[in-house]
């Protein structure tokens, strides 16, 4: 019988082998896969069930007609439905600055070589060579509880994917791209993009999967509160 520590285990096996991958085989995913990980991730917990997340999945000749459009205004600024951070500072823009440099690092691309490090940011646009595409979006009618769901969905669609031997990478660039993409899929007026979840057979052999990011020590991330302090 397998015991809470055997689950708690696999568990942490699961998320530390997870990363983003940014290199995929062309080979897609059988449909049975690509079902049965759709519906694990349908799992995710969400405020009082409600589930307002919606996906649309995308395969075959679509990736490729979507990467094609984005593409075509890769230099016209972004659009995004939920507004992005107006910029990073302190701890975050650190972070930021430390995993975009090891991801450059890994592909060879200096620091100062402005025209690579764009054409690598395009690669999002290409989404790594993805053979599927799953488009998430969330209801506008709960506000930014859904937002939170939905992003607790995403967790557990790159997880699902990873229990199934598959590569995967959260794509905030669809999130800025909410100008091709609802127009492409005819999303509705009450739903807005949040983000994009490539996936398939990770390129083992890509340079660029072998960079994984650090994670803060639980001393900058956890306060423990043991006593609350006397009201006055």
Known sequence: METTADVAQTFRALVANRHSTRGFL???VPDEVVQELLQTAQLSPSWCNVQPWRTYLLGGGAVTELSARMMAVKEVPEHFDVPQPERYTGVHQERRRESGYALYGALGIAREDRQ?????????YRFFGAPHLAIITSTTLL???????T????AHLV???????LGSIALAAIGGRSDV???ALQIPDDEVVIAGVAFGW????????????????LD?????????????
């Open 202 to 217: 990770e390129d083992h052999d890509h340079p660029v999967n072998a960079f994984r990011t650090t994670r803060a020590d």
């Open 220 to 232: 900058e991330v956890v306060v423990r509160v043991d006593r609350l302090p006397r009201g006055e």
């Open 159 to 165: 997880l699902a994917a990873r229990s199934f031997g």
């Open 116 to 124: 690579r490090r764009l054409e690598q940011a395009w690669e999002n």
């Open 181 to 183: 993409v609802r127009p």
């Open 26 to 28: 062309p080979e897609p």
């Open 143 to 149: 506000g930014s509880y859904a937002y939170v769901d």
């Open 151 to 154: 992003g607790a969905y995403i």
